[in-house]
């Protein structure tokens, strides 16, 4: 397992952007052969995949309602992943995870994932 921390939530109005930040305590090898994602939990609701990103190849993945808003990076040398999301609409309001697992968690499947961060929450306004 590995310590996943997350920072950049708060709130936006409609249409506002933010930055999500996660860095991993993990050697930098280590760190390279995971997939790093984003979840996030609205109240009431179940947790979804927001987005992935495969470290070793860089190649990313996208639940459908995120494509064309959300970006998901990464820095190796910081060993940090990132989710810049914009146009942000209230039913993005959520607690959002960074998460970690081996290749196969880069489906967004929760049950792949090996480590959670403790979350950021984001509130969108209208």
């Known amino acids: 397992q590995v310590q996943l921390v997350e920072s950049g939530g708060g709130s936006v109005q409609a249409g506002g952007s933010l930055k999500l930040s996660c860095v991993a305590s993990t050697y930098t090898y280590t760190f390279s052969t995971y997939c790093m994602a984003w979840f996030r939990q609205a109240p009431g609701k179940e947790r979804e995949g927001v987005a992935s990103?495969?470290?070793?190849?860089?190649?990313?993945y996208y639940a459908d309602s995120m494509k064309g808003r959300f970006t998901i990076s990464q820095d190796n040398a910081k060993k940090t992943v990132y989710l810049e999301m914009n146009s942000l609409k209230p039913e993005d309001t959520a607690m959002y995870y960074c998460?970690?697992?081996?290749?196969?968690?880069?489906?967004?499947?929760?049950?792949?994932?090996?480590?959670w961060g403790q979350g950021t929450q984001v509130t969108v306004s209208s």
């Open positions: 990103i495969n470290i070793w190849n860089a190649d990313t």
């Open positions: 998460a970690a697992g081996p290749p196969a968690a880069c489906s967004l499947s929760s049950t792949s994932i090996t480590s």
